[in-house]
Structure formats: C-alpha cells, structure tokens
C-alpha cells in the first residue's frame, strides 16, 4: 500500500514538472521570440487567425498590405523561428487576417536577434579581468550580458530566466561544470537562469583554490534553449566570444630583469710625450760706429787720408758739431799749405 502511494505522488510530481518544464515554449501574447528557436507554441497571440503578417518599420499603420505573410495553421503549436525567413525581418509579427491592417491587428509576438557574451570580474578589488589578469587567490564572479533573459517572461520557465551555461576550462584542457569558491561551495555552471541584463553571478571562483592551479582559463557561454544553438551557433548570438583570465601571482606587466656580470677587461693605453720645445730669441745689439775722416795736409805728391778713427758712439748732435770742427781744420791747414 506504501508503495502504491508513493507511485502516485511521484506521478503527480511529475504531472506538475512536465508542463512547467514544457512551457518555455509556450510564447505569450505578444512575447519575444528569437532567432534559432523551434517548436514554440504561438497559439496564445494568434487568437482566432491562422496567419501572421510582418510590415516594415516605415509602413503606415493604415497599410493593409503586409511584406511578408505565413500561414502558420500547421506550425502554430510547433514553430520554428527559422534564421532564413526572420533574419531580416525582426520585430512585429501581426496575427492577420483580411480586412485588418498595421494599426489595427494585434501583436502575435517579436522576432529578436539573439545577443550573448560574458566578463569575469575580480570581487576582491571590483575589476574586469576579463582577457587580463587575475592574482591568483582573489575571488572572481561572471557577468552575462544578453537579450534572452526575456525567456523568462514566459510562464513557468525553471528559474524565471533564460537557461544560459558557462563552459569554464582549465589551462589543461579540462571543462569544469562546477567551481568552487572560498566559502567552499561549488556552483554548478550549467543552465544558471538570467533574468536579467547584465546579470551577476555571485563570488563563484575561488582562483587560488589547488584544483585549478595558475595558467590561462578560457571561458564562454552558450544558451541552447529551444535548440536555438544548434539551429543558429553564431558567436555573439547564441554563444558568446571566448575570454580568457591569466591567473598568477606576479603582474605580468611588470618585467624582471637578470642579472648580469660586467666584465672588465685590461686596455694598456700608450700616451705619447710632447715636450714643447721653447725658441727664446736673444734681442741683438748693434753698437754704430761713426766714422770721422779728418783731411790729412796736402804734400807735393798727393793728400793724404787720415785713417778712420773708431770712437763711441755720440749722440748726434755732439758728432755733427765734431764733424764740422774737423772740416773747418782740414780746411784752414790746406790753405796754409798752399801759401
């Protein structure tokens, strides 16, 4: 009998798990969709039609002339937001019918692009290490910015938010499911619902924790809801870039250097000696002498020159008056000669 009642509350357990798990497909009335997304239910905002209707952003709201219409009465509880058809035509979907036009049909749902990426943030000092470095020891969170968070919207997603997966790998290799943080808990990195933009997790990762050791970690994110990622596996769309965190001890801008042993090598220098040869010059000294020549007396035969007589120099005016003595002799003796 124990085991009869426990069948049944298990089945009822599962009663009521199956369509909360089940409903992120189902889309509300005029809720978002994205690109890469099947099996969606639009049911809710089709009302009574079975088409819907896609008009640019420029179209009058009195256009009955829709771009684009799809009849969806077979796909209307399994719809795929197929990248081909919706790529270039996001936004509005009208459920349609003849006879409405842009401003008077009501919104069936929107076609959005999906948008994923993430950045690892050191709790211990508040800054984005993401592609950077992280002292190893310091406690890290993740931040997830995208538009799938509206996912969530839909009633009775598990977590109230997109279902978004953090592939955490090792500078080994390995890909972690789970880290574990100071406080010794271990956070799963799976299906982790955002329900918002930017959403945070809390202090995930212990950086200094021996099971990860130092090394460069590469890290991204993935949302599969719906199969939208294997339908649409952009990078930036339904995944996000990968981003790595060099974790260390030491900055990795600031450089080391090595030391070095100077050697010294012996040079024998030859200096050669100049001796200045000094040249004195010896002022020369002229002594002038001046020749006084007296007239010796005539004789019959023929006059006579008294030889020169050499005497010190006199001062000019002294030898001119001696000069002029001596002619007036020599003058006076050759006319007493002559009488």
Not at 221 to 249: F, H, I, R, W
């Amino acid at each position: 009998m124990k085991h009869i009642v426990l069948i049944i509350v298990l089945a009822g357990l599962l009663m009521l798990a199956g369509p909360a798990t089940a409903a992120i497909t189902d889309v509300p009335a005029g809720g978002n969709v994205f690109i890469g997304e099947q099996g969606l239910d639009i049911t809710a905002g089709l009302g009574a039609n079975n088409q819907i209707a896609w008009f640019p952003s420029t179209a009058a709201t009195s256009s009955a002339v829709p771009e684009e219409v799809i009849d969806v009465t077979a796909t209307k509880t399994a719809f795929s937001v197929d990248s081909g058809v919706f790529s270039s035509r996001t936004g509005n979907w009208y459920s349609w019918a003849p006879g409405l036009t842009a401003g008077t049909a009501a919104v069936a749902f929107r076609v959005s692009d999906p948008y994923l990426a993430i950045k690892v943030e050191d709790t211990d000092v508040n800054v984005d290490v993401t592609n950077k470095w992280l002292y190893r020891g310091d406690e890290a969170r993740f931040r997830i910015e995208t538009n799938l968070y509206t996912i969530g919207q839909r009633a009775g997603v598990p977590g109230g938010g997109a279902p978004v997966t953090i592939n955490f790998q090792t500078p080994t290799g390995a890909i972690m499911s789970s880290v574990t943080n100071k406080a010794g808990t271990s956070n799963q990195l799976t299906d982790i619902p955002v329900t918002t933009t930017p959403f945070y997790t809390g202090k995930f990762w212990d950086s200094g924790n021996s099971r990860y050791g130092p090394g460069t970690f590469t890290i991204w994110a993935e949302c599969n809801a719906n199969s939208m990622m294997d339908n649409y596996p952009a990078e930036g769309k339904t995944k996000s870039a990968k981003v790595t965190v060099l974790v260390q001890e030491r900055n990795p801008l600031i450089t080391v250097g090595t030391a070095t042993t100077a050697t010294t090598t012996a040079t024998t220098v030859t200096t050669a000696q100049t001796t200045a040869k000094v040249t004195t010059t010896v002022p020369v000294m002229t002594i002038t002498t001046a020749e006084v020549t007296t007239a010796a007396p005539e004789t019959s035969a023929s006059a006579t020159t008294a030889p020169a007589r050499t005497s010190p120099t006199r001062t000019p005016g002294f030898g001119a008056f001696l000069s002029l003595t001596a002619g007036i002799a020599a003058a006076v003796m050759f006319s007493y000669h002559r009488r």
